[in-house]
């Protein structure tokens, strides 16, 4: 295996699988099928330099296995770059289930499902992502023990995103010292956008700083019960993108900082929970730039659910847990740093960060 990372584009549609492995250096592949219980999934290992490659699971009905493939390629990429940047001793590992969770998930699907990582012996953790929860991860823990976020009845961390939320909260005080000169949140407008686990969570923190709330969700369900706790404005999808705020918080899937959302975003901050913000990090990362937007990377502001499980890993502790997450701010304002100092975007910066470290351990564990 080569321990050199690349900065390329995301893998493309119709090119074959090695080759898009190869794009940002990806060690394995796992395809997972179980016709009698439904399960087709992807496993994805980047990098296991720093340790074995923990990321979470997602279940979600892809258009097709093409996006199946680039998300996993993707996300796993990035889960490297996350605990690498968090300073935890992780590599970068991702899987995805296709299918509705609302047809498809049983229990046979998701102990099947462990069986495959039960395989791997210890390559690749899992964690919940979108669409699992520490139920789920109870379930694919009967098969195995290479799983996160179990309930804290199970001896587990449980639900990491509260964690998730308060490490984006960092984030986003530190971009706002970056921008407006004070780290205070109140009476700034923040559009959050994906009302999910993390999304409720980083509400309740804005919430309490006495932001200005603007939210959006394409679950009708999940925008009454935010609006019926907290003093928020929703926006429909017309105005999500185009409306006067300071602050984009995307805090769904990913892609939402394109071409076509940064023509219209009016924010001076992008900072959130979502995976892969950047549509295409060149240039979307670019255009950021040229556009006035501080964009807070994504892995970086994220990390408090990876840094959650990581300390669970070794009996958990969620004094540490959290007190690590707070450095995210630190963190953050690190990066601004490298990035004004060597005039290249932020997401070059965090990236050179989490590549450095990489590189390093590589190195020293060459000479061990």
């Not at 109140?186 to 919430?207: A, C, M, P, S």
């Not at 705020?245 to 219209?264: F, H, K, M, R, W």
Request: aromatic share 6%; charged share 25%.
């Amino acid at each position: 295996m080569s321990n050199t990372l690349v900065n390329e584009k995301a893998p493309q549609t119709g090119t074959n699988v090695l080759n898009q492995m190869s794009l940002f250096n990806h060690e394995q592949l796992v395809f997972c099928n179980d016709n009698n219980v439904g399960l087709k999934a992807i496993i994805g290992i980047h990098n296991t330099v720093l340790g074995p490659a923990l990321g979470g699971t997602r279940m979600w009905n892809y258009a097709s296995e093409q996006d199946a493939l680039v998300d996993v390629l993707r996300l796993s990429r990035g889960m490297t770059y996350k605990s690498a940047v968090a300073g935890i001793n992780l590599g970068g590992g991702k899987a995805v289930i296709i299918g509705d969770p609302k047809k498809i998930k049983t229990e046979a699907l998701l102990r099947s499902f462990g069986k495959f990582i039960d395989n791997l012996g210890g390559k690749y953790i899992t964690a919940e992502d979108v669409s699992m929860n520490s139920r789920d991860m109870e379930i694919i823990h009967m098969e195995t023990d290479y799983v996160t976020g179990l309930p804290e009845s199970m001896g587990g961390s449980g639900d990491p995103s509260p964690v998730t939320a308060m490490g984006v909260w960092m984030g986003m005080k530190a971009s706002a010292k970056k921008v407006f000169g004070n780290e205070s949140l109140t009476g700034k407008k923040v559009i959050v956008q994906g009302l999910g686990n993390v999304g409720r969570h980083l509400i309740e923190y804005l919430d309490k700083e006495k932001a200005e709330l603007l939210v959006f969700d394409i679950d009708e369900e999940k925008i009454k019960a935010v609006a019926n706790q907290y003093k928020v404005k929703v926006l429909s999808a017309q105005e999500l993108y185009s409306v006067d705020a300071d602050i984009y918080a995307p805090c769904a899937l990913g892609a939402t900082v394109n071409s076509q959302t940064l023509e219209q975003l009016k924010v001076k901050i992008i900072c959130g929970s979502a995976n892969n913000q950047l549509a295409d990090e060149e240039i979307h990362g670019k255009m950021v730039e040229e556009k006035g937007i501080l964009y807070a990377p994504d892995f970086v502001v994220n990390a408090g659910g990876i840094i959650n499980v990581y300390y669970e890993l070794e009996g958990y502790n969620r004094e540490r847990a959290l007190a690590h997450a707070e450095r995210i701010y630190d963190t953050t304002t690190k990066i601004f740093e490298i990035a004004e100092k060597e005039k290249i975007p932020t997401y070059l910066a965090a990236n050179k960060l989490a590549e450095d470290r990489i590189n390093a351990i590589a190195k020293l564990n060459a000479r061990l």
